[in-house]
């Protein structure tokens, strides 16, 4: 350990020094910090409110609707609370739903990885210029509405439409893949695409590229350095681009209902079908809770291996 | 002493080595300019050259890192034509060290063994060898991150080390340390050099860092290998008015060659320097500020070239003394041992400035 001894007097300069601002500001600090404080609380304080008002109370709502009791005719009462909507939640419907939820999801955010990935190292590779160009190209589906960009997708994949066609121009078989899981899992890949290749993006862009030109000098093959030291830095990257794809395709809603169909419903569809049409609300709410459960517990995993640029 | 049994064996050979970068608007930059080198084996060869002159470029080349626009580069005979850095037998330590953060001292360390296949039981016994080898035995299971600079250049070196290459480049590695740390790594790593009998090629910008710890010094500039020769060559006979300029302080004055060993000052005294050039180049004749000895005027011995001048500066140093001296044509340096007050010259006093003609090199440029 190299050792940093300051100059001989120094000792009794500092001691001086400290005790001079001990006697001339006693408790002054601490007043400027809480001052700071409450500015800080002050400024936020709109935003809280907002928050309060129209996500803590209706959130609240939905957990006490989950607990609470329907009516014969279809109202939900929040009286004699109880467990039957979590009951319920083991049903063979709902598990279906949940299941093809999952793996829908679990299967886009697969998708979104292995084309985003090769996308992401091909930017950060480019020059600055040509990098922000490319940045921009991957953000241009946001310039439109995500609705309309939906149906879209329905026009193009409908009977006549150009990529059932183009499929079966080139003999790919019958391109009908409108209202199947399929449809709804191409749609999912392309609205949440640019939520992988962003946090990618900056994750393999922050890479030190020396750090590759040393495993290189250290007798690792192209593919080796990648495997040893590309993938194991770009993994933040990867886990937020995971958990930013993951999240919203398992709650997806407008995609399964416009692409899917009715047969291919997820649990965003069901949510819907049960507060709407089956007017049963505590189950409804129940599904919501776990389904934001599931959210959450993602979401701390995510921070509990280390990311934290979200 | 090291064992160079196999004599003077070429390590490193350059011949006809040119890079040149382009870039988009169509210029292209020469950055190494046809450079021709031989690095014996087992000696400490130095780089040695300002920002840009093309010597990191050079060193990267001979790893592979870069692959040269024309000419060939052989390690031990062995042409290395288009092989990838990993299949060539160097090493580099990096200037920025380039450790891998996301593992530790000693994954770090055995990276280049695991990459070779080297067996585990061995790869611990060369990991342990390598890491007490720089001292960092108490280290191994720390992040690169949890080190101070010193200690993360330890680290890169004994990650080089562990391969035991024919040749090890590197690549500033004591730039980012603060001035005491860089003269005891110094000291450290030309006793390791010695220990391991390992060819090193370093690569500097600091003189005097490469007068101290090399064998042989190439000085580059603009791309073009200037001179190779021992420090000492290096210093006492420069071939060229930038390497004279480049490694320590110098006296230019200006000059035209005579003959095979007779140089005309500007001022039109003769003086007797062998040199190669054409009678009629301008030249410069260099002394070095420590060469030349100061004299009453007219009392200088008969047997040293002279030149006749007036004290300018008188700057005292303490253990030295600088004179700056007029002489009407040109400004010499003058550094003297530190004398009495009453035994110095004084700024307006008339002298005579005297040197040996072994003391002086003809340089060109």
């Known amino acids: ?310 | 002493m090291n064992e160079t049994t196999n004599g003077m064996r070429p390590a490193v050979e350059l011949a006809g080595v040119v890079k040149r970068f382009g870039d988009r608007s169509g210029t292209e930059v020469t950055a190494v300019d046809h450079v021709d080198l031989t690095i014996t084996d087992g000696e400490f060869f130095s780089l040695l050259g300002p920002s840009g002159c093309g010597k990191t470029t050079t060193l990267r080349m001979v790893a592979g890192l870069e692959l040269p626009t024309a000419g060939s580069i052989r390690i031990h005979g062995e042409e290395m034509g288009l092989r990838p850095p990993n299949k060539r037998p160097v090493n580099t330590v990096f200037q920025s060290y380039a450790l891998f953060p996301h593992m530790t001292v000693a994954a770090n360390v055995g990276f280049g063994l695991e990459m070779r296949k080297v067996p585990q039981s061995e790869r611990r016994e060369l990991v342990d060898w390598a890491i007490e080898l720089v001292e960092m035995g108490s280290m191994a299971h720390r992040k690169p991150t949890q080190l101070s600079g010193g200690q993360q250049q330890r680290v890169a070196l004994a990650r080089a080390l562990v391969n035991r290459p024919e040749v090890l480049l590197l690549d500033e590695p004591l730039g980012a340390l603060d001035l005491k740390l860089r003269h005891q790594m110094q000291h450290e790593l030309k006793n390791l050099q010695r220990e391991v009998g390992i060819t090193f090629v370093y690569v500097t910008h600091d003189q005097e860092e490469a007068v101290t710890m090399s064998d042989r010094i190439g000085v580059m500039h603009d791309g073009k290998l200037l001179q190779v020769d021992t420090p000492e060559a290096i210093y006492e006979r420069p071939t060229t008015r930038f390497v004279a300029d480049f490694i320590g302080q110098t006296n230019f004055l200006e000059a035209t060659v005579a003959g095979a060993d007779e140089v005309v000052l500007a001022n039109g005294d003769r003086l007797r320097l062998a040199s190669d050039h054409d009678a009629g180049s301008a030249v410069a004749v260099t002394v070095r500020p420590e060469r030349l000895t100061v004299h009453r005027r007219g009392e200088a011995p008969t047997d040293r070239h002279t030149v006749d001048g007036r004290v300018e500066t008188v700057t005292y140093l303490g253990n030295a003394v600088i004179y700056g001296i007029g002489v009407d044509w040109m400004h010499l340096e003058v550094r003297c041992p530190a004398t009495l007050a009453g035994d110095r010259r004084e700024v307006g006093d008339d002298i005579t400035v005297s040197f040996e003609p072994e003391h002086a090199a003809v340089v060109t440029g």
Do not use: H
């Open chain 1, 1 to 310: 350990m190299p050792v940093e001894a300051p100059p001989g007097d120094a000792p009794v300069g500092e001691t001086e020094s400290e005790g001079a601002s001990e006697v001339a500001t006693p408790g002054l600090e601490r007043q400027a910090e809480r001052a700071k404080a409450r500015q800080g609380f002050l400024l936020g304080l709109p935003t809280i409110i907002y928050l309060f008002i129209f996500f803590i109370i209706p959130l609240g709502f939905v957990v006490a609707y989950s607990f609470a009791t329907r009516t014969r005719s279809g109202r939900t009462e929040l009286r004699d609370f109880n467990l039957d909507a979590y009951a319920r939640l083991g049903d063979d419907i709902i598990m279906t739903v949940a299941w093809r939820s999952l793996w829908m999801s679990v299967v886009t955010t697969i998708i979104c990885l292995i084309l985003a990935y090769p996308l992401a190292y091909f930017i950060s590779t480019r020059t600055p210029a040509v990098r922000n160009m490319m940045l921009v190209g991957v953000m241009i589906p946001f310039w439109s509405n995500f609705l309309i960009r939906t149906y879209a997708w329905r026009v193009l994949l409908d009977s006549d439409g150009l990529v059932t066609q183009a499929f079966e121009a080139i003999g790919l078989g019958d391109g009908r893949i409108l209202f199947t899981s399929n449809a709804v899992i191409l749609g999912l890949v392309y609205g949440y695409l640019p939520f992988m290749v962003l946090p990618l993006y900056a994750a393999i862009e922050r890479i030190d590229w020396s750090l590759v030109e040393g495993a290189r000098d250290l007798y690792a093959s192209g593919w080796a350095a990648f495997r040893r030291v590309v993938w194991p830095l770009s993994r933040p990257g990867v886990i937020a681009g995971s958990m930013l794809v993951f999240v919203p395709s398992f709650g997806a809603y407008v995609t399964p209902a416009i692409l899917g169909g009715n047969k291919e419903g997820l649990l965003g569809s069901y949510i819907v079908l049960q507060f709407l049409s089956a007017r049963n609300g505590p189950v409804g709410s129940a599904v919501s809770v776990v389904v934001l459960a599931v959210m959450l517990i993602s979401t701390l995993i995510y921070f509990r291996s280390g990311g934290k640029n979200l």
